[in-house]
């Protein structure tokens, strides 16, 4: 009987973990795509840089000086990543011409399906 429940509870230690380990990992992965996406929000990179800067103790005059700067600079790190895509997507659309030219006529057929779509930011 000791024996029983023994086996019994060392299973349901074992099966406490796994689901543990299993919903550890799935989180994980959420977590990291949710991270991931707001990294790509030019208003999380001024809101880092301002975090950076308090460091410093800036005065008010600096704020407002370091705001007008960090402001600028992120417009252009925005203009820089809309014209990387577009110059990515520009490769792309090459490439895939340049295939479509070698493809069977079945092949054309197929290959329609797995183009690559234009992505909303190049558009």
Known sequence: MIRKSRTKAVLFMMALVVVGIITGFFLGIVLSAV????KENPVFWKETVHKQLEKLH???????KFDTRTDSAVQQLVHIRKDA??????????AVADIDTE?????????????????????
């Open 85 to 94: 895509a577009t110059q990515v997507w520009n490769v792309v659309e090459h």
């Open 35 to 38: 991270v991931a996406k707001r």
């Open 103 to 123: 493809l069977t006529p079945e092949q054309h057929t197929i290959f329609k399906n797995l183009k690559p779509k234009k992505p909303a930011e190049v558009k």
């Open 58 to 64: 800036p005065t008010p005059e600096q704020r407002k």
